[in-house]
């Protein structure tokens, strides 16, 4: 089971921070990753990182803003989001998946490649 926490209400160009603990199983087994589905959109890839935290890979319209990071000793994958824009407002979703996630950006877009999905935070931003 994944849950996400840390969403809320910020001014555009503030930060803000998610996280999602996973429980039931040992998260350093899989990749960690967040997803977000904007209002009339189509959820949509965000970010990944691998089991060891050596490797990660971002979308390009949050790369250089947005961090993510883990800690396995406490099963939680983290991201960082700064200099939010309206963009950006969505519900932000983490995801736990296989090695398979770092084959393409087409695989891991899939949501159905993707083994294990939290239940969303609401991630605001207003102008």
């Known amino acids: 089971q994944l849950q996400a926490s840390g969403g809320g209400l910020v001014m555009a160009g503030g930060p803000l921070s998610v996280s999602c603990a996973a429980s039931?199983?040992?998260?350093?087994?899989?990749?960690l990753g967040w997803f977000r589905r904007a209002p009339g959109k189509q959820r949509e890839f965000v970010a990944v990182i691998s089991r060891t935290g050596a490797s990660t890979i971002y979308a390009r319209s949050v790369k250089g803003r947005f961090t993510i990071s883990r800690d396995n000793a406490k099963n939680t994958v983290f991201m960082q989001m700064n200099s939010l824009n309206p963009e950006d407002t969505a519900v932000y979703y983490c995801a736990a998946g296989g090695s398979g996630v770092f084959v393409s950006d087409r695989y891991r877009a899939d949501p159905k490649k993707w083994d294990y999905w939290g239940q969303g935070t609401q991630v605001t931003v207003s102008s």
């Open positions: 039931g199983r040992t998260s350093s087994n899989y990749a």
